[in-house]
């Protein structure tokens, strides 16, 4: 595997800004940005839309997505949010009185209003996992999930990492204590998928969800979601017309409403799913994405990273271990006495940018970051350090 070299050039970041925080919004890329560009002079000029633009670009993005995640295309639905993905779930998953929903504490709120309206409706509990922070938070995070899973379990839903800290979880294993008991595994893969290896093949989820504004480097307002076997038949949140039968037939669509939808996962696409602007930036972020991989995209992160995270647990800031800790995003947390606000503060001060998510400063590199981020990042760190805090190795 060839090492990426930084791809700050694809980007028009400004050189005085330190922009390490992919997990809030990525930066769209010139080539992105142009494909957009691109969409909005096509829908200036609309004689030239074709029918077969509705349909063309939206079956490459399920091509590319399947490829990224090992996964059919004919599985691949187009949705607006990670919130419509989890929707589209819970609708279809029957949770029986008595039985149970394991989530993950602190877990981003929409994959959670859709299970607590679920449980409310009918009569299950919602089982909410934690664990305490520090070194080997996601093993001992990960096997509290595998303890709370039961017989009487009948969803399973959380991140592959958790979206504050990137605490790593031991998602084959969660995985296949899911299929053990007969639960749904619903993963949110917004945080994870893009920047790290996702197999849908290996882990066989029944929906992996991902918004595609953050790691698969799109615009906001579009993302993906594959959908397992379980889920393939279920009810859509929405009836629209190009999920069904004949839709690409558009002579065909006057008095003609069948009852049966498109093969596969299509019947779960938002409503105007071929957005003209967002379609073709997404295919265009996620060639890009192809082209770097996400191997080697977690690669260079966790090579960037290293030097800083040592200084930085050094001086006292607590920092997940190694092997529990996601290379793209990890949370450092502020040493007893300073408040991670004032240090949020202090760092967007000096032109660094990074998120404050709980108590955790989330940090969150990409390939357009560079040695100079991290400098200036540790700089930063070091400016609200107390005295007593050693600082330089």
């Known amino acids: 595997m060839t090492p990426l070299a930084c791809q700050k050039s694809a ?56 490829r990224l995640v090992n996964a059919p295309a004919d599985h691949i639905a187009i949705i607006p949010a990670a919130s419509y993905g989890v929707a589209t779930c819970a609708r279809n998953i ?11 504490a602190r877990q981003f709120p929409g994959n959670v209003h859709s299970w607590r309206r679920l449980a409310r409706e009918r009569g299950a509990a919602l089982r909410v996992v934690d664990a305490r922070p520090g070194p080997g938070c996601g093993e001992r995070w990960s096997t509290r999930i595998l303890e709370a899973i039961d017989a009487d379990t009948a969803v399973v839903t959380m991140g ?7 605490t790593v ?12 008991v007969g639960a749904y595994l619903i993963i949110d893969g917004t945080q994870s998928v893009g920047a790290m290896d996702f197999d849908v093949a290996r882990i066989r989820p029944d929906a992996l969800i991902c918004s595609g504004y953050k790691w698969l480097m799109g615009p906001y307002s579009i993302g993906l979601a594959y959908f397992g076997p379980r ?25 003609n409403y069948p009852d049966g939808y498109e093969p596969g996962a299509t019947r779960f696409d938002v409503g105007e799913r071929s957005n003209f602007i967002l379609v073709p930036m997404m295919n265009a972020a996620l ?47 502020a040493p007893s006495g300073l408040d991670p606000r004032a240090v949020s503060e202090a760092l967007a001060a000096r032109n660094v940018h990074v998120s404050l998510r709980g108590t955790a400063l989330r940090i969150s590199p990409h390939v357009y970051n560079d040695q100079a981020d991290m400098t200036a990042l540790w700089d930063a760190l070091r400016s609200v350090l107390p005295s007593r805090q050693p600082v330089d190795r």
């Open 11 to 66: 980007f028009s970041l400004d050189p005085g800004i330190h922009y390490i925080n992919c997990a809030y919004l990525s930066p769209l890329a010139r080539a992105v940005e142009e494909a957009g560009i691109r969409g909005i002079r096509a829908k200036c000029a609309p004689s030239g839309i074709t029918p077969a633009d509705f349909f063309d670009p939206c079956d490459e993005l399920r091509r590319r997505f399947g």
């Open 94 to 104: 029957d949770a029986r009185r008595g039985a149970n929903i394991v989530l993950t």
């Open 160 to 166: 592959a990492v958790h979206w504050t800290d990137g």
């Open 169 to 180: 979880f031991d998602i084959d294993a969660i995985a296949a204590r899911a299929r053990e």
């Open 231 to 255: 889920l393939l038949d279920g009810v859509p949140l929405e009836e629209t017309w190009i999920g069904r039968e004949g839709s690409r037939d558009f002579a065909g669509l006057a008095g």
């Open 287 to 333: 060639e890009l994405v192809l082209g770097w991989t996400p191997s080697r995209i977690a690669e260079y992160c966790g090579n960037l990273t290293a030097e800083l995270v040592e200084r930085a647990h050094e001086a006292g800031f607590g920092v997940e271990d190694g092997p529990w800790r996601a290379s793209h995003l990890f949370g450092l947390h």
